[in-house]
């Protein structure tokens, strides 16, 4: 009797614990359908967007040649890079604390990210058998701020009303800046990305030294045509290996800073000045690059550590205008692999 008794307390108490298991998960802030924000299968997600509470927009969107940014730029593949291993991996630390909940959600109503994530799909998906592709919009969530740690990150899966904080394994910091809506962060830095079999002419212009100036056109990838600007002459005799490294560096100049939000009056003081370089890229479908190129002046003139003479600008950086378009720093370190007068090729000084 002893024996069936104590079975018998032994199986109510196991019951009344997996009930009250059962109830604590089941009212639990972390059900899944607040906290599965990570995306696994990263290499499904064709379209990212973000949009902040001033409407600030940014659109990540696959294509066959790369991510693309607002339909209009190239993505940056490190922070695309940054942002999908992050949405694959970003985990669930906690719930916010019953006495922050309220005022964690007034916070994120005034400054959040809406973050949208979509996915190729299929209507039907058993097994290996996947038919009927489709985009879906798989995952609705918004990023607030960092914690007081700056450990954490607080985030609301749409549709739900308790917030929770997000962490990153490994990462000693925060992943709030990851989501960025700035349309600044995520482009890339391109000047010119073209190889030889792409391009159709380059022109050169040393606006102080027109002597120097010429223009290079691709004859069916086989030759290299070199003309002198100033008098529109062919070259004969140039250093062909030469010019045609020069040709191949075009793959890969990139500037340094998008200074597109800088003061207007400033920026049109700098371009009020005559310009240093003109270059334009011709492609063979009928796009261009371009870039003007422009001195930054130094605040107080500096002292040539050689000769000792006045230096007014800076030897290290210019500004330069993009495509007529985009305001930005560029390095002499990069540009100077393709700001080669024309006598570098004809061992002839103008």
């Keep these: 009797m002893n024996k069936n008794r104590n079975l018998l307390i032994i199986t109510i108490v196991l019951a009344v614990l997996a009930a009250v298991l059962l109830y604590s998960r089941s009212n639990s802030t972390l059900n899944p359908g607040i906290s599965e924000f990570a995306v696994k299968d990263t290499a499904s997600i064709t379209k990212i967007f973000m949009v902040d509470k001033f409407d600030q927009q940014v659109l990540l969107e696959r294509s066959p040649s790369g991510w693309k940014l607002n339909g209009k730029y190239g993505a940056r593949h490190e922070n695309l890079d940054v942002l999908l291993n992050t949405l694959a991996n970003m985990e ?3 719930p916010v604390a019953k006495a922050a909940h309220d005022n964690v959600l007034k916070i994120m109503a005034a400054k959040s990210v809406k973050v949208e994530v979509y996915q190729n799909k299929h209507f039907i998906d058993f097994g290996k058998i996947k038919l009927f592709p489709r985009e879906k919009l798989t995952k609705t969530f918004y990023i607030g701020d960092a914690t007081m740690d700056n450990f954490g990150t607080f985030a609301l899966m749409e549709n739900a009303t308790s917030p929770v904080v997000l962490y990153l ?3 000693r910091g925060y992943i709030a800046s990851r989501f960025s809506t700035s349309e ?4 890339v830095h ?3 990305n073209k190889k030889l079999p792409d391009i159709k002419s380059i022109r050169v212009e040393f606006l102080d030294h027109p002597q120097e100036s010429y223009i290079v056109e691709n004859q069916n990838n086989e030759n290299l045509k070199l003309i002198r600007l100033s008098n529109n002459t062919e070259i004969d005799g140039y250093d062909t290996l030469r010019l045609v490294s020069w040709v191949n560096s075009f793959r890969n100049i990139r500037y340094e800073l998008l200074m597109n939000d800088m003061d207007p009056q400033r920026r049109d003081s700098i371009m009020d000045a005559a310009p240093k370089h003109h270059i334009i890229l011709e492609a063979k479908d009928g796009s261009k690059q371009s870039i ?4 930054r002046l ?3 003139p500096e002292v040539d550590i050689f000769d000792g003479s006045p230096v007014t600008y800076d030897l290290d950086r210019m500004f330069g205008l993009v495509n007529e378009e985009d305001f930005v720093t560029v390095q002499f370190f990069v540009f100077d692999k393709i700001l080669m007068p024309l006598s570098a090729f004809t061992n002839k000084p103008a």
């Design 184 to 187: 600044t962060d995520w482009r």
């Design 292 to 295: 003007r190129t422009f001195v």
């Design 92 to 94: 669930v630390r906690e």
């Design 190 to 192: 391109t000047v010119f």
């Design 169 to 171: 394994p490994g990462l």
């Design 298 to 300: 130094l605040p107080e």
